[in-house]
């Protein structure tokens, strides 16, 4: 196995960025329009011409040039207006006015060349091929370029109408196509396989002595696609060196078959420790892997590993205990991803803790919180094998190795399925 000298027990925040930076962003793919709700843009959507690309009524009324009373050239009247015609046309081209000319059109439609502005259908008044204004018509109405929407009011042609990155809502599909767009190049979710280990975990019913409930398979699909990825294949392996050593390697047995060319990431589960009964190092070793992260200073979540396996992917060891998992999801796993995307990691943020908590030297504690008058107050029930305190937090702080006293400010992750 493949390692650097300072691979081991690796702090917190480097532990992020050496997840982070390890990756390389995917190529994006081309999605048509109508499949890319909820996708990452992978690069701006300018506006392939200006928009709107023709300069339309605001309102239905008459398009008129000149003082009044105008006189009425086809179409003249509502009745007379074919809809769904964007505008008067001749034969040979686009209708123009003539001084003391008017025509109707409706709202959208093209505004003939030399307009002045548009009558509101409620302020005209006809009489025979005659316009005028009525009583509630102001004075001089229409203004000048009255109720007329301009060519490119809205974006001119080329200029930026979505920047790259966002998480494309349907507002933002309606205006690429508005763009002129069919097609939108989205960010490729990494493609993650699961493995599971453990021969004392069982899928279904109570448990006897000896044995515990599998906390990862329902959730770890659901976590991952939170952090941008998309699980394509999930597998158990026995506690078993070689068979463990076939599933990472991709190679069927008898119990799990992983496809090669099935993902980007593998995420194991468990056996990521040093006793005999561990087999993800061991494993790694015998199929050279590049070791990136081994051991992180946090508890809980200490024996997390990340490595490049020889064929590319990149294989995340998630320690057996649920609670300290999913903290090396969110260290390791979340910026990792973020970084197959293209993206920036999520930035921690800062909260005020409502507690003091004691040095532990060597080591940042990631410590589920609930938010407590304005203070991140510590849940109960967070020891490395529990999931009450996490499931019902508002998000974890990381306790720094010196400790901090009550009031004090420390960093904080947010937790991707908490809102608001």
């Known amino acids: 196995m493949s390692e650097a000298l300072d691979v081991r027990n690796v702090a917190w925040d480097r532990a992020r960025q050496l997840a982070h930076s390890a990756a390389r962003a995917l190529p994006f793919q081309t999605v048509n329009l109508a499949d890319a709700l909820g996708q990452t843009l992978a690069e ?44 008067p ?65 809205e974006a001119e042609e080329g200029s930026e109408a979505i920047r ?35 021969d004392e975990v069982i899928d279904q019913g109570l448990p006897h002595a000896g044995q ?48 090669r060319a099935s993902g980007d990431v593998l995420i194991t589960t468990g056996g990521t420790g040093s006793s005999s009964a561990d087999h993800i190092r061991r494993a790694l070793t015998e199929l050279g892997a590049e070791l990136i992260i081994d051991g992180i200073a946090m508890r809980p979540g200490h024996p997390t590993l990340l490595a490049r396996l020889q064929d590319g992917r990149f294989l995340v060891g998630l320690p057996g205990n649920p609670l300290a998992a999913m903290m090396a999801m969110l260290t390791v ?5 973020a970084g197959l995307r293209g993206s920036a990691p999520a930035e921690p ?41 996490l499931a019902g937090a508002d998000g974890v702080m990381v306790v720094p190795a010196d400790g901090c006293v009550e009031g004090d400010e420390v960093a904080a992750l947010s937790l991707p399925w908490v809102t608001g």
Not at 68 to 79: G, I, K, M, N, Q
């Open 44 to 87: 701006p959507v300018h506006a392939l011409q200006a928009i709107p690309h023709y300069a339309s009524s605001a309102m239905d009324g008459w398009a008129v040039r000149g003082e009044p009373p105008w006189t009425l050239v086809s179409p003249a009247a509502p009745e007379e207006h074919h809809r769904g015609r964007p505008a």
């Open 89 to 153: 046309h001749a034969d040979s081209g686009e209708v123009s006015l003539a001084p003391g000319e008017a025509t109707f059109i409706l709202t959208g439609g093209v505004v003939p060349s030399d307009t002045e502005g548009i009558l509101r259908t409620e302020h005209g008044l006809v009489r025979g091929d005659v316009l005028d204004r009525n009583e509630d018509a102001r004075s001089g109405e229409p203004s000048p370029r009255e109720h007329i929407r301009p060519a490119g009011e």
């Open 164 to 198: 790259a990155g966002v998480v494309l809502n349907p507002a933002q599909i309606a205006l690429a196509a508005v763009c002129g767009h069919d097609t939108l190049a989205v960010l490729r979710p990494p493609r993650v396989s699961l493995l599971m280990t453990g």
């Open 212 to 259: 515990v409930r599998d906390t990862f398979g329902p959730q770890l699909p659901g976590f991952v696609s939170m952090l941008g990825g998309h699980v394509d294949v999930a597998g158990r392996a026995k506690d078993d060196l070689e068979d463990v050593i076939a599933a990472i390697s991709a190679e069927p047995t008898d119990e799990f078959s992983l496809a």
């Open 333 to 337: 796993a979340g910026p990792l991803i």
């Open 349 to 389: 943020s800062t909260v005020v803790t409502g507690e003091a908590f004691e040095p532990l030297p060597g080591r940042s504690r990631l410590v589920p919180f609930r938010s407590v008058n304005g203070r991140a107050v510590p849940s109960t029930h967070q020891r490395s094998g529990m999931l009450r305190g």
